[in-house]
């Protein structure tokens, strides 16, 4: 089994975490074991199954042109030229979590990086860290669509113009990524469907996020989401629906930074509440929701 190069660890609020080398590494496809290939085919098969007629066509579909498969990891040295011929965007293996700085500066030149370990078969349901397959098979299909893969780059550019703003304005972009990025639900015809990689890689949020009665469920509005506080230990408690990848594209047209000026001086909300103004397509009952505070 392969194992990241870890190379030191660091004292957060969440506890001892590792910091990985924030070089881009080659990956190294010769060493995955038949163990790893074999992770990656289960969960991609599992998820597969779950995702038809949950997640969003443009996902699926890109997956397919991809050609992502359950036989086989996928090299980033084939999927790189299909990427790049629709997007310009291109994969880089990294050893997991960049610093902040360091992940915006690869969005921003259109380069998203992957985890190139994947994780052990005892941690297919549940992994706290980014792997292969969140990374690879829960961002990157997206990338192949052009106005997912122009957000993109916008939530880099601007993620490094507010870390030059203010901690604040960070905190607010983060949220922005999580609710939408990670955590997205999109309106169409055919009723509610996923688009978040933090879901489609997690079989247990996938039916979750459309099918449970407790979670909120509440139209895509870019202040309120960055007022926004998020678990990051549970499924989500508000689920956030855009209409149109254009939408969300459009969103971050305007510059964010009297938008961030304007929000210094609001409250955040609890990821379980609800506002009057809210556009609400599922109130959730909250059952079963965790009390303690919001990370
Ligand atoms: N690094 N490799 C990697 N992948 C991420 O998704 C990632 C990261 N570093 C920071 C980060 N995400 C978060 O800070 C988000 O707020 C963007
Ligand atoms: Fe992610």
Redesign the pocket.
Known sequence: MNTPRRVEHQQTDRGTIPVYATGVVEQPWDDYTSVDHHVWGELFARQREVLAGRACQEFLDSQNVLQMTADAIPKFSELNPILREATGWELVG?E???P?YT?FEHLANRRF?V?WWIRKPEQIDYISE?DLFHDLFGHVPLLMNPIFADYMEAYGRGALKAHGISEEALLNL?RL?WYTVEFGLIRTAAGLRIYGAGIVSSKGESIYCLESDAPNRIGFDLERIMRAQYRIDTYQQTYFVIDSFEQLFEATLPDFTPIYARLANQPSIRARDVLDSDDVIHRGTREGFATDEDA
């Open positions: 990294v997991g979590l960049l902040e992940f990086p985890t980014p983060t990524y």
